[in-house]
């Protein structure tokens, strides 16, 4: 089995060289549209909206890295031949996060929380997935969720998006009125640990005998026994210093369900759910075992690009897909080459704070 020694040893070199060329590549081939629409107007988008901050992702700019394993049950060989589903344990490096491009914003119930896991493989592949709180997502297309970052963009007096604009955006797009409408019935829970990720977008899975079937995931947190660890009050950080205490108290672990889709079911559309009479597996146990503050060796330099994919797993016809591609690999580019200050989160000041 690959140790997560060895494999931390060689993920800060080559983090985001192959995805940065994977997203590259998709772009080139104009799989990013309109042709107007390049990851760097994308990117210069997210800091017109959010401020520039050296060093920090342009989305999902606050987190906090992971560690631990993904114990596979061998039932995922049924629908895939990625080795990653094959029976035994394979390390995970993970990242927590909030959506939104201020790496020090206030942590608040409703904002949109990320779970991101790379998966070492022992035949050197690796299986790259961001995850997110909600159960669809709320732009069909980039050109939408382009749109739709101008449009939310709070007013310096009010720290709320400008209604006007919200409205005509909204009255363009039908597909994110039905997915606000699908995402209101799922209230989030009250911290990470017990929060449902989902990968919103489809993929196709092919088995040893070559069937291929579309798939989308997600990581369901198991139910834990024992007593519950201590709160502590509201502060601007304590989403993820409940997460920091839950870690060191026990391990946090999440059952990774295959969803089967059908026929007529969209792979294209990530506002569209599938229905939930679709057959699912149990593909076995992710497991986070640690977290670090962000630095130079752990998840802060890793690009968490969702088109990195072992043999058995591609992407689906879903257009968000080489878009995030692509983005995400202008973003690592941006930041790699920039300064970087500490993170807003310190698990060091948690612990000691115990």
């Given amino acids: ?133 909600i159960p669809v997502f709320l732009d069909s297309t980039p050109e939408g969720f382009y749109e739709r970052l101008l449009a939310s963009k709070p007013l310096p007096d009010s720290g709320q998006p400008d209604p006007r604009k919200m409205d005509a955006f909204l009255s363009r797009h039908p597909e994110t009125v039905n997915a606000m409408k699908i995402i209101k019935q799922y209230p989030p829970s009250p911290g990470f640990d017990d929060s449902t990720f989902h990968g919103i977008n489809a993929f196709y899975f092919t088995n040893g005998a070559g069937t291929t079937v579309p798939v989308r995931w997600s990581a369901v947190p198991e139910p834990h026994t024992g007593p519950e660890v201590p709160s502590r009050s509201a502060d601007r950080d304590s989403l993820f210093d409940a997460l920091i205490r839950a870690v060191a108290h026990r391990p946090l672990a999440w059952r990774l369900i295959l969803t089967i889709g059908q026929q007529g079911d969209p792979t294209n559309d990530a506002t569209q759910p599938w229905p939930n009479s679709r057959p699912s597996i149990d593909a076995g146990t992710v497991t986070i075992d640690a977290v670090q503050t962000e630095a130079a060796g752990n998840a802060r330099d890793i690009n968490f690009d969702p088109i990195v994919l072992p043999d058995g797993i591609a992407a689906s016809d879903d257009p968000l897909l080489s878009a995030r591609s692509a983005v995400y690999a202008r973003s690592f580019t941006r930041r790699a080459g920039e300064p970087k200050r500490p993170s807003e989160v310190n698990v060091t000041r948690v612990l000691d704070e115990q």
């Avoid at 060289?17 to 988008?45: E, K, M, Q």
């Avoid at 060989?77 to 201020?102: K, N, Y």
């Fill in 1 to 133: 089995m690959l140790t997560r020694r060895g494999a931390l040893i060689g993920m800060t070199a080559v983090a985001g060289i192959a995805a940065a060329d994977v997203g590259g590549f998709l772009y080139s081939g104009g799989r990013l549209t309109p042709s107007a629409l390049t990851p760097t107007r994308f990117a210069d988008r997210f800091e017109q909206v959010y401020g520039h901050h050296d060093g920090f992702r342009r989305n999902h700019a606050k987190g906090l890295s992971a560690a631990g394993t993904f114990a596979s049950n061998g039932a995922g060989v049924a629908v895939c031949e990625a080795s990653v589903f094959t029976t035994g344990t394979v390390p995970v490096i993970g990242r927590f996060s909030l959506s939104g491009g201020i790496p020090d914003q206030v942590d608040k119930p409703d904002t949109i929380r990320g779970l991101a896991l790379v998966f070492l493989l022992p035949n050197g592949e690796q299986w790259r997935t961001a995850m997110i709180n």
